[in-house]
């Protein structure tokens, strides 16, 4: 087996001088960013009061915390947590159905398949954007002050939030969709609508459900966190336990939400692939 010639360095070094000759800028760039990055780290520790002695003894007040809270005990409360738990699950799925309806048909305009001109798409997007930019938490902490403390501020912060979220998600998604669908509708005479009935949303529909089941497992943690001030379910009894110091309490609520998401998780991934398994027979 024949070897192949060694390269000399000098011909390499003529053949390409940009790979041997770089610019003292362009190789100090990387050592440079890895400095600032070092240097960044540690300011942010010192502006932070890190402390190794503090975080040693929160781990030791950690741990006694976890031995208080063994074993998880509801004691008579069993059935207000399990109204809770059920208040929670409907807010996460209330929530995520009506971000889901409304931000459709928004999201269509902001695609760039549906809606060519930047002049009429740029505004849609740039509220989606400023939609999404405010958190879960700050707009259940909003809707709190305009009707009241319970659910149904939680419902409306999950759906606004989401909603954002959405918009973005479907228009990429409808933005990716295969065109030759589209272009046999248009072809066969269809007008634009049915372009958008026929040829678009019988792709991007299983993108969306998909989605919509990931959020639904998401906004019940979401949910369980805006309950925490004051948006009801299984946060707010969360928030009291541990005010009045009831670890054991706090830990079978504890367990109580990560067997809710759990369960949904389990459901959700079943009906992602009865989606796709259906789509892939059609």
Do not use: C
């Amino acid at each position: 087996m024949s070897k192949l010639p060694s390269a000399n360095s000098e011909d390499l070094r003529a053949r390409y001088p940009a790979v041997f000759n770089q610019p003292v800028a362009s190789r100090a760039a990387v050592p440079a960013v890895f400095v600032a990055a070092l240097a960044l780290f540690i300011f942010g520790l010192n502006e932070l009061e890190f402390s190794p002695a503090r975080m040693l003894s929160g781990l030791r007040q950690l741990g006694w915390i976890v031995m208080m809270m063994i074993p998880p005990d509801p004691g008579s409360s069993l059935p207000a947590y399990l109204a809770a738990m059920g208040e929670t699950l409907s807010i996460a799925l209330l929530g995520t159905t009506l971000a889901a309806v409304f931000a459709l048909p928004v999201s269509l305009l902001a695609a760039r398949n549906i809606v060519p001109s930047n002049f009429f798409r740029f505004p849609v997007r740039r509220f989606l954007d400023s939609i999404r930019g405010v958190d879960t938490l700050i707009w259940a902490l909003v809707w709190i002050n305009v009707v009241g403390l319970g659910p149904f501020a939680g419902v409306l912060a999950i759906a606004v939030s989401d909603f954002g979220a959405f918009g973005k998600l479907f228009s990429e998604a409808i933005e990716a969709a295969d065109k030759k669908q589209v272009e046999g509708i248009r072809a066969s005479g269809g007008s634009a609508l049915h372009e958008i009935r026929f040829g678009l949303l019988p792709q991007v529909l299983p993108v969306i459900a998909g989605q919509v089941l990931y959020f639904i497992e998401s906004n019940t943690r979401s949910a369980t966190i805006i309950g925490i001030v004051g948006a009801g379910g299984i946060g707010l009894q969360l928030a009291e336990q541990i005010r009045v110091l009831e670890w054991q309490k706090v830990s079978f609520l504890i367990l109580m939400i990560l067997v809710a998401v759990a369960a949904i998780d389990w459901i959700s991934s079943r009906l992602r692939f009865a989606i796709i398994g259906r789509r892939a027979v059609v």
